[in-house]
């Protein structure tokens, strides 16, 4: 014969039971999945950030479109298989990337290096950049012995590298004096006016001083 006391009993003691596994968790007590009081906090997730590149003042690697291809003129002796190359660059000193002049136009770094190009008999090669109505020049510099490449800096979108010889560094002017020895032109001042085209092709492109 079965107590109904004990067995009201044992019914209670079943369900108080459930109740403490369930609960014991949000008690902070020790249970399946629970925290130990004594238990160091679980560290918080950390977020890792790449660092930024640092802005560099000429870009390593020049595009193609933007080098300007040195053609000699065999004006000077020895100099009839010599070449070169100007790779102009936008300067990255501004927080927008590029840099700008005060009139608008893109603030550029030319660096002009030279392929075979020898020892002059006497004088200097002087390197000079010119806008393309040659209105404008600025000198950027005689090369020393053994030198064969310079760097400058055109405020202009269009403009030619110039190469001269001269008969002292000490004696380089203004503007170029002695014969050309080499010359290029940028890819922008190749673009020509299109008035010779089209509906204005009563104006002649020879006109403007080209074929």
Known sequence: ????SGAGSGARAARAAAFLIATVP????????????TDPPAPAPTLSVPEAPACSVRDPDP??????????????????????????????????????????????????????????????????VTSTQLDRVIRVGALAPGQRAIDAAVDWNQFLVVVSLEPSAEGVG????????????SRSGL?????????????????????
């Open 174 to 185: 203004a503007r170029w004096s002695g014969p050309i020895v080499m010359r290029g032109i």
């Open 26 to 37: 949000f008690l902070g007590m020790a249970g399946p999945g629970a925290l130990h009081p």
């Open 191 to 211: 673009m020509h006016t299109m008035a010779g085209h089209g509906p204005f092709e009563q104006e002649n492109c020879a006109a403007y001083g080209y074929d």
């Open 63 to 128: 595009p193609a479109y933007y080098r300007i291809d040195l053609v000699t003129t065999r004006r000077v002796p020895g100099t009839s298989f010599s070449g070169g190359s100007a790779d102009v660059t936008f300067r990255n000193e501004s927080p927008f990337g590029i840099a700008l002049a005060e009139d608008g136009s893109y603030h550029y770094d030319v660096r002009i290096a030279f392929d075979a190009l020898p020892e002059p008999p006497s004088g200097v090669y002087a390197v000079w």
């Open 1 to 4: 014969m079965i107590d109904a």
